[in-house]
């Protein structure tokens, strides 16, 4: 595993030397602007939500844009450092699934799935170049934005032009594309943590009317966190994207692209430190006071919450800490103690094809057609403890592929700019999963599986949209549009087995009767061979109890029809501004959800949610276009909202009922645990409020800026299961909905060293949140996040084709976290958010 991890490290770095080499050559002259970006360079925000390059003030929708420039001097590296600049959007990042995982939330519209992934569908578009990147093995699809144009976050529903997953919005991502220009680009760097990155880019023409443009980024690190226990490891991770692109323009009126994109995504151990809050499970409670077990790693005391836990327990004290006092634990801050090495190791494909064709100069033909390729492979040290108790094994395989064609207007003197088109679709998902038991544990034996089983999930559909533009006078413009929709998905479970309770050396296997359809309890194969020689593995007078097949409620199925239309008033009441007013509708597919994990038969169908957001807003430009403002008011109205739930239940053993599993319930007395996944559908929600940004330039040096987010949103109707119990949610807020959210920046530029540099400090909010479906005023540590606020600072030098640049993350080091790990002896693990620094010099021929 040592060997391995090393030469994916040394291929990461490799693989970016040897394209850069080759690049090199070939690079002659300073790139020009792409294509699409040269039909506005006024300085205008230019957005494609409507699938055509439009200014800002010609589009009626609250966009948040961030331009290749920003990017590369914010040093951003994925999702999460643009969204901290983004009002009314939060998120959590560093989950199971790697270090690029990112769960987002836009206006309360959260991707809030169940036990297990792919259940319900996405609430966000994310397209790379007008191909939807879908949802990868890996979650929430985090493209790569190196050697971008430009990033834009569209809030509110997007459902005539994006379609079924863009409920809350749609993240836009635009490549620069080939051009006939040679130019070649380097950037090497190196960072806190042993982090070091290499990526380039080169661009020129092979053939007349043929463009080739390739970049590479990669990165490795020895991640924030060490593993004290012998094995060794650490939070190390390594990543790798390659985007070759090629661009064939044969006449004027006929452009053609394809890209390929690939990404390698590897990671170690989960950078995540225990709160130490209920920990222990199955009977074996984790003693903080036991220095075998604690390996000197205390818990992770973020902003002091877990002092506060304690302090708030019966008498000042809690029992699960063992009578140990809370002072002598150490804040910790850099360790981890597992008995095993996690890793998490991701691959992505993106190959997307376009053509635009213009017959004449008044309609144009554009045809779009993707597909998309992941897989994950994974294993977790479930327990996290330094105890060999609890691994997971998991495999998972995602593929989508679509193809869409629409018919548009062109030219700028329409009286009516209309669009008409079509597309179809098709995503697959499976999925291996095992939970392996290391040590006698609860109700189970050494080598048994707690519960192991395939999934495959499939969607499929199909669209057709329109929408048309009608210039009523040079000043006021009147948007009609509506898709009509087809989705179908399909839940399946096959090979579904749970362990039985471990039984006493001697005694027959429980070969009783089924119940609710499931098998009795039988030995493997491999089992039954040693069984008869007498071979089992004895552990304190136990041998495995077998397994029994899991046989109902492994097949789900859900179909719906949608009508999705937008009605939009825009008035410009002069060339640097506009006023609009918007009523859109949004919905996620219907589908259906087994749940043989339960053992009861629980399989469900779920209908489609649907959302009609009101909205008005503007955008201005002033004092000679050097102030911008942007603003939205906004009304979202939920019916169906779809709520996800996982429900966990203990058969006892001495008396077979099924009863609830609470905090305080001994696992030891339960013969088996059963999983009841669930997905319903709630009557009402509604989410309200506003986001407000503006950008200055105070003088040619000095610019600033900011943005503020204020959200309400609330269910309010209906009920759900919450920490396993079912209650009203009337007038509770929804989880991962922050009520406010701001940002500032501000940046210097001024002559330095015979050349130009700038510094700049940026800043980040975002107010109390809870990481669940709902948030409370009960809700405490580690459930519910404190307020955020971060700091960063960066410092850039030009000397001509030649840029440093320094960056520091998380200036003030601010203890904080987004997401949590619920299952853990040690407590829910916490996300770790470290200061980091990195250094980066580029250079451009």
């Not at 998309?372 to 327990?383: K, N, R, T, V, W």
């Not at 362990?499 to 296997?509: E, F, I, K, N, Q």
């Not at 609830?660 to 669930?678: E, H, M, W």
Request: hydrophobic share 35%; proline share 4%.
């Amino acid at each position: 595993m040592i060997q391995s991890r090393q030469w994916k490290r040394a291929g990461v770095i490799g693989a970016s030397v040897m394209a850069l080499a080759l690049a090199a050559p070939a690079a002659a002259q300073s790139d020009t602007q792409s294509g699409d970006q040269e039909q506005v360079n006024d300085g205008t925000i230019v957005v494609t939500a409507q699938r055509k390059l439009q200014t800002i003030l010609d589009v009626p929708v609250s966009a948040t844009v961030f331009s290749s420039e920003t990017l590369e001097d914010r040093n951003y590296s994925d999702a999460k450092d643009y969204l901290l600049q983004t009002p009314n959007v939060s998120f959590q990042q560093g989950g199971r699934n790697g270090a690029r995982e990112i769960v987002i939330s836009i206006r309360g519209i959260a991707d809030l799935k169940g036990g297990e992934k792919v259940l319900t569908q996405s609430a966000f578009a994310t397209y790379v170049d007008e191909f939807s990147a879908g949802t990868l093995a890996s979650g929430q699809a985090n493209p790569n934005i190196y050697d971008v144009e430009s990033v834009e976050i569209l809030r509110g529903p997007q459902g005539v032009f994006f379609g079924r997953n863009s409920e809350g919005g749609a993240i836009n991502i635009r490549t620069k594309k080939p051009t006939e220009d040679f130019y070649g680009r380097i950037d090497a760097g190196f960072g806190r943590f042993s982090t070091y990155s290499l990526a380039g880019v080169i661009n020129g023409k092979v053939a007349d009317g043929l463009f080739a443009r390739l970049s590479v980024q990669g990165e490795t690190t020895k991640g924030p966190l060490r593993n004290r226990h012998p094995i060794g490891g650490g939070t190390d991770a390594d990543y790798l994207n390659i985007r070759g692109q090629l661009r064939w323009q044969p006449d004027d009126a006929t452009t053609v692209d394809l890209q390929v994109n690939h990404t390698i995504d590897n990671s170690g151990m989960q950078a995540k430190i225990g709160s130490c809050i209920n920990q222990g499970a199955f009977g074996l409670p984790y003693n903080l006071a036991t220095p075998e077990l604690l390996g000197g790693i205390g818990c992770y005391d973020a902003k002091g919450e877990f002092r506060k836990w304690v302090a708030s327990g019966p008498g000042g004290t809690q029992p699960q800490l063992g009578g140990l006092d809370v002072d002598s634990i150490r804040n910790n801050k850099d360790s981890l103690y597992q008995d095993t090495r996690d890793f998490t190791n991701n691959e992505t494909t993106l190959v997307i094809g376009k053509a635009y064709h213009e017959f004449s100069d008044k309609v144009g033909l554009t045809l779009v057609a993707g597909y998309a390729e992941s897989d994950q492979d994974q294993f977790l040290d479930l327990d996290g403890s330094g105890i060999r108790a609890i691994n997971r094994l998991g495999k998972f395989y995602t593929k989508s592929y679509s193809v869409e064609g629409r018919l548009s207007s062109v030219g700028e003197d329409n009286k009516i700019d209309w669009t008409i088109g079509g597309i179809a679709y098709r995503e697959k998902f499976t999925a291996v999963n095992q939970i392996l038991i290391e040590q006698v544990l609860g109700p189970w034996a050494p080598g048994d599986k707690a519960n192991e089983n395939r999934i495959f999930n499939s969607l499929r559909g199909w669209a057709a949209f329109a929408n048309a533009e009608w210039h009523m006078t040079d000043a006021l413009s009147l948007i009609v549009g509506g898709r009509y929709s087809y989705d179908r998905g399909t839940n399946r479970w096959s090979d579904v087995y749970a362990a039985c309770s471990r039984r006493p050396v001697g005694t027959p296997l429980d070969t009783s009767t089924a119940v609710d359809g499931n098998g009795p309890c039988e030995l493997t194969p491999e089992q039954a061979l040693m069984d008869a020689q007498g071979q089992l593995p004895v552990y304190d007078g136990f041998v495995t109890g077998g397994r029994y097949e899991q046989r109902t409620g492994r097949f789900a199925t859900g179909a719906a029809h949608d009508f999705s239309p937008r009605l939009a008033i825009n008035w410009k009441p002069n060339d640097d501004a506009s006023i609009y007013a918007s009523v859109s509708k949004g919905y996620k597919p219907a589908g259906g959800q087994a749940n043989p994990d339960g053992g009861l038969g629980g399989s469900s169908t779920f209908g489609r949610e649907k959302l009609w957001n009101y909205e008005i807003g503007g955008n201005a430009y002033l004092m000679n276009r050097r102030l911008l403002l942007q603003g939205a008011l906004f009304y979202m109205d939920w019916k169906d909202f779809q709520f996800t739930s996982r429900q966990t239940l203990c058969v006892l053993a001495s008396t077979g009922a099924i009863v609830i599993v609470t905090p305080g319930l001994d696992l030891s007395t339960c013969s088996r645990q059963l999983q009841a996944d669930s997905v319903t559908n709630l009557p009402k929600a509604r989410s309200k409020g506003f986001e407000l940004s503006a950008t200055a330039r105070v003088t040619d040096g000095l610019t600033i800026g900011g943005s503020v987010g204020y959200l309400d949103a609330k269910y309010i109707r209906g009920e759900g299961l919450v920490g396993g119990a079912l209650q009203p949610l009337d007038g509770i807020r929804i989880g991962n909905s922050p009520r406010w959210t701001a940002s500032a920046n501000v940046e210097q530029r001024f002559p330095l060293a015979g050349g130009d540099a700038a510094v700049a400090l940026n800043w980040s909010y975002r107010g109390r949140t809870a990481l669940g479906v709902v948030e409370q005023a009960s809700l405490t540590f580690p459930t519910q996040v404190d307020p955020v606020s971060l700091f960063n600072l960066r410092f850039t030098q030009d000397w001509g084709q030649n840029k440093l640049s320094i960056n520091i993350d998380n200036l003030f080091a601010s203890e904080y976290y987004t997401a949590n790990e619920g299952f853990s002896f040690i407590g829910p693990r916490l996300s770790y958010n470290p200061r980091t620094w990195s250094v980066k010099w580029t250079t451009e021929f």
